[in-house]
């Protein structure tokens, strides 16, 4: 009798894969058929339906029992995916993001709602807050800060007047990519992009395309899809951008940090989600001001030493009264409902003129 060949062992392997994936569908239904019942529930106490505290508690039982050979990082993908298509039955989500398609900002909400999510592209982050504020989102996604270039200063002026707050953060390794209808780097006239792709890549474009001009646009996709115009053109965005528009990728991750990480926040209305309870690694966010005396300042940070409160971020912005006056925008380590933060912000607000906690929320590692 001889033994199998190889194209018959394969032809079985596929045998088995066919049926442990139609035994994936049946399961996966059957937890779609509850997720709608537990949606039934919700809709009747008119509780939240998309909570990230419950994802994350799921997605980490999940991990705990995880035994592979499945990495620990693509089970909470797949597990993502998974909620957010279940989530869809019972409630879709409306997540405004800065547009068009293709935009780091789409990215950090994908990673963070699940491709499911109905997301609504905005002009800019005015329109993301905006839309947030007013209900035609759920949710918005916006730029805060990023490891080369700084603080998103619109964002922290926008968060002055909008009613919304943070319940979570999204942390992104950014490439930045030069996109262009022809696949070299001769006649590039113009490249088109955010301002901060444009400061966070000038030494790759001072030495490579030192004549081109550096125009800035409202977002690197909209940069992309204006290259997608003109063959002198380029953009710097996302591989997602360049499969969105049909660019070459003619230079790969030429942004001058190797580690450039830009931070998004996700944001709502409150009585749409409250803050999160705490996970053990939170963040709170604030924004402060004080009045314009001498030490002032230095008796902000008083009571986190007190309170043994670690400071994680201190950013300072014109308060744009023509008094030299300023609003100062704080990241802690923890948690208000723990004592020793809530003792802290207590003291804190007491010497404030203008106190305003922004949220407070897991820290994405």
């Known amino acids: 009798m001889t033994a199998p060949s190889q194209s018959d062992a394969l032809a079985g392997l596929r045998v088995q894969i066919d049926a442990l994936d139609q035994q994936l569908l049946a ?4 937890r779609a058929h509850v997720a709608e019942q537990v949606g039934d529930i919700k809709r009747a106490e008119g509780s939240p339906f998309f909570r990230p505290d419950r994802v994350a ?9 995880n035994q592979g050979p499945l990495l620990n990082q693509h089970v909470a993908s797949i597990w993502r995916e998974i909620m957010s298509a279940c989530l869809a039955l019972e409630a879709p989500q409306r997540v405004a993001v800065l547009g068009p398609q293709g935009t780091f900002c789409e990215q950090a909400a994908i990673e963070f709602f699940g491709s499911a999510a109905n997301l609504i592209y905005c002009a800019n982050f005015d329109e993301v807050f905006h839309a947030t504020a007013a209900g035609t989102a759920q949710f918005g996604v916006v730029g805060m800060e990023n490891s080369t270039e700084g603080v998103v200063a619109r964002s922290l002026d926008l968060f002055l ?7 979570g953060e999204v942390s992104l390794l950014i490439r930045h990519n030069l996109l262009r209808q022809l696949n070299h780097l001769e006649g590039v006239e113009v490249v088109l992009a955010h301002p901060q792709a444009l400061a966070q890549c000038q030494n790759w474009l001072s030495q490579h395309l030192p004549n081109a001009e550096r125009r800035a646009v409202s977002s690197n996709a909209e940069g992309a899809r204006l290259a997608s115009t003109n063959p002198a053109w ?45 996970s053990g690694r939170d963040c709170t966010s ?12 230095h008796d902000l940070l008083v009571p986190l030493k007190n309170n043994g409160v670690s ?23 923890g948690h208000p409902s723990q004592p020793h933060v809530a003792a802290a912000l207590q003291e804190l607000r007491g010497l404030c003129a203008f106190y305003k906690v922004l949220g407070a929320y897991p820290v994405n590692e």
């Open 27 to 30: 399961l996966l239904n059957q």
């Open 57 to 65: 508690q799921v997605i980490e039982k999940i991990q705990d029992a």
């Open 161 to 167: 007047r909008s009613p919304v707050h943070v319940v």
């Open 234 to 278: 380029a953009g710097l965005a996302s591989e997602r951008a360049a499969a969105q528009f049909g660019l070459h990728i003619v230079a790969h991750a030429i942004q001058d940090e190797a580690y450039n990480r830009t931070r998004f926040a996700v944001i709502t209305l409150p009585q749409t989600l409250a803050m999160p309870p705490a």
């Open 286 to 297: 604030l924004v402060v001001s004080v009045p314009n005396r001498p030490g002032a300042v």
């Open 311 to 333: 400071m994680t971020r201190f950013e300072s912005r014109p308060a744009k009264s023509g008094q030299w006056e300023y609003y100062f925008y704080i990241d802690l380590a």
